[in-house]
T-cell receptor
Framework: KNQVEQSPQSLIILEGKNCTLQ??????????LRWYKQDTGRGPVSLTI???SENTKSNGRYTATLDADTKQSSLHITASQLSDSASYIC???????????WGAGTKLIIKP | EAQVTQNPRYLITVTGKKLTVTCSQN?????MSWYRQDPGLGLRQIYY???????DKGDVPEGYKVSRKEKRNFPLILESPSPNQTSLYFC??????????????FGNGTRLTVT
């Protein structure tokens, strides 16, 4: 069964600190892996899309990694800001018909 | 401004009263989709459309209908809403120019309460 699991479920850190969110997946056939940021009550916004051959991809202070062998991805946030408080969702695209498998998300809270 | 517009943002209704949530995108995207989001669960796909007049079921289609008569619009119809359809609904669209490599663009959501 195609599945995406994220950890931790929630995380609280102080402003300015770094953090890493984890994503493990069992999806076949793998097409790409995405990270979305979702503010409370708003639609998700795309941060990165990574294909099988990409190990690392950055978007400002966000850096995503992908290990296709172990089927793991991480999202690293550097020098966190209050505006980073949100849910971060890992999504894996399966096959060629735009089937997306969504993780439940990690809720990140940045405290001043 | 490129955007996906959903209406209404909030909707309270009673069991059995038919309703429609509208979704419109101005980016000429082929692909459109509806999701629902419930606390503690990931987004679950209700229906999707790869192009005009082409729709297909997602993971949780029961109790919902959609239509795609025009490229820009993809309304979600609840013929006889029930309390278990109380949820936060999102419409999304994307271009299929890069196969499955394009990001989804989401609307701001419709919070539906069925009493």
């Amino acid at each position: 069964k195609n599945q995406v699991e994220q950890s931790p479920q929630s995380l609280i850190i102080l402003e300015g600190k770094n953090c890493t969110l984890q994503c493990n997946y069992t999806v076949s056939p793998f097409s790409n892996l995405r990270w979305y940021k979702q503010d409370t009550g708003r639609g998700p916004v795309s941060l990165t899309i990574m294909t099988f051959s990409e190990n690392t991809k950055s978007n400002g202070r966000y850096t995503a990694t992908l290990d296709a062998d172990t089927k793991q991805s991480s999202l690293h946030i550097t020098a966190s800001q209050l505006s980073d408080s949100a849910s971060y969702i890992c999504v894996v695209s399966a096959g060629s018909n735009y089937q997306l498998i969504w993780g439940a998300g990690t809720k990140l809270i940045i405290k001043p | 401004e490129a955007q996906v517009t959903q209406n209404p943002r909030y909707l309270i209704t009673v069991t059995g009263k038919k309703l429609t949530v509208t979704c419109s995108q101005n980016m000429n995207h082929e692909y459109m989709s509806w999701y629902r989001q419930d606390p503690g669960l990931g987004l679950r796909q209700i229906y999707y459309s790869m192009n005009v007049e082409v729709t297909d079921k997602g993971d949780v289609p029961e109790g919902y209908k959609v239509s795609r008569k025009e490229k820009r619009n993809f309304p979600l119809i609840l013929e006889s809403p029930s309390p278990n359809q109380t949820s936060l609904y999102f419409c999304a669209s994307t271009s299929l120019d890069r196969g499955t490599g394009s990001p989804l663009h989401f609307g701001n959501g419709t919070r539906l309460t069925v009493t």
